[in-house]
């Protein structure tokens, strides 16, 4: 079946602009989760959905980041006003539930300028 | 605090030969550790967990409570293995199902 995906494979955007990154699981998995892959940082925990559940959101690094999961399916990052330390990959996972296996969508590359 | 520790940013080795991947972690608590590998422009994949203790195309991984390691190996490397490979922690008293991830280690085969 299909794996998770991802839109768009690849972002550029200028300083201070707006982004909105798409994640689509995996058909039935409950839980979603949303890393970020940057060099200086290696790979970092953002925030995770169970169901219906209120969402972890521990790991975002400030409050320019959000993000919401419609319909317990599709989720939606949003980064407002940009900075160039924001640049990395956004790399969502699924599992079927919490403490099943995890599988990574191919991420989003964001260049910030 | 958690923390995974992943001592080599890159490994390399000879086909052939043997091939240990260093993994030491930080955790109050009972937690599960994965070993996850990514090839060349594909994504992030698992490799092997402890609670499984399977052996995945050669690699197995065991967990040592007494000096907090789960270090991976393989004793013939393949250059099909080269890769980046990441070890994760993952929490089970109550905190979610997050994987706290190493800075991985690049492992690259040579022929």
Known sequence: GAGVSQSPSNKVTEKGKDVELRCDPISGHTALYWYRQSLGQGLEFLIYFQGNSAPDKSGLPSDRFSAERTGGSVSTLTIQRTQQEDSAVYLCASSFTTYNEQFFGPGTRLTVL | ?111
């Open chain 2, 1 to 111: 605090a958690q923390r995974v520790t992943q001592p080599e940013k890159l490994l390399s080795v000879f086909k052939g030969a043997p091939v240990e991947l260093k993994c030491n972690y930080s955790y109050s608590g009972s937690p599960e550790l994965f070993w996850y590998v990514q090839y060349s422009r594909q994504r992030l994949q698992l490799l092997l967990r402890h609670i499984s203790r399977e052996s995945i195309k050669g690699f197995t991984a065991d967990l040592n409570k007494g000096e907090t390691s789960f270090h991976l190996k393989k004793p013939f490397a393949q250059e099909e293995d080269s890769a980046m490979y990441y070890c994760a922690l993952q929490g089970l008293n109550n905190q979610g199902g997050k994987l706290i991830f190493g800075q991985g280690t690049e492992l690259s085969v040579k022929p």
